[in-house]
């Protein structure tokens, strides 16, 4: 895996003309996973980079360098996985960051957190179609309102496959497709945990939405 951490392994044996012709047009694949939090998203992510390193591919994970609640040199997930990434503010960023040798030999990337890239749909893109990478996309598709959130969605029509998971809902334990916000801010980008956000079903969203509704309006009339 390349990291920040890591030394850059040494340039392959180039390759004839006709070879790198015929490797430079080959299109990679994007995989996206959506799901509300602590639906082990990241986990799965990782899973899958662990998987395709293990398969002899070269891999490197990248997160958002908003998301600092583990530290900026790692993606940790909430049971403890854990691998080197780069964190950076836009997806742009990283070839340079990384290095156009490194960057040429990669053939996985992962997103994490994607729902924070404004430019992920044009990184995907570039990464896959013109520069052969596989694309591996985790983030939520839906915010605390369950409106789109971010541009994770925009890359589900050039993606070669599309995950849904769903967590347990905190309330009932069915399956909670939802992410309900525990505080009364109103941004729509809060990094937190589970003292901020909890999965729930869909009759416990529409039933927790109402009671903070309503207790907010009683709030404003005393």
């Not at 990184?123 to 369950?146: M, N, P, Q, S, W």
């Amino acid at each position: 895996m390349l990291s920040p951490t890591r030394p850059i392994p040494s340039i392959p044996t180039p390759q004839s003309h006709a070879e790198t012709t015929q490797s430079s047009s080959l299109c990679g694949e994007i995989h996206v996973i959506v799901g509300p939090m602590f639906a082990g998203k990241t986990t799965t992510l990782l899973r899958r980079i662990q998987a395709e390193s293990n398969n002899g591919r070269t891999v490197a994970v990248i997160k958002s360098s908003k998301d600092t609640r583990y530290g900026l040199d790692s993606i940790v997930t909430h049971d403890g996985m854990k691998l080197p990434c780069w964190a950076l503010a836009n997806l742009s960023l990283f070839r340079q960051k990384i290095g156009t040798d490194a960057y040429d030999q990669l053939e996985v990337i992962g997103i994490d957190e994607a729902q924070f890239f404004e430019d992920l749909y044009d990184f995907c893109c570039e990464a896959a179609d013109h520069d052969g990478k596989t694309v591996i996309v985790a983030g939520l598709d839906g915010d605390y309102l369950r409106r789109s959130f971010g541009s994770v969605l925009d890359i589900i029509p050039i993606a070669n496959s599309v995950m849904k998971l769903t967590a347990r809902c905190e309330v009932c334990g069915k399956q909670a497709q939802f992410t309900l916000r525990k505080t009364d801010e109103r941004e729509t980008e809060l990094i937190g945990g589970a003292d901020v956000y909890m999965p729930v079903c869909r009759q416990h969203y529409v039933i927790e939405t109402a009671r903070s509704v309503l207790g907010s309006q009683k709030l404003a009339y005393t």
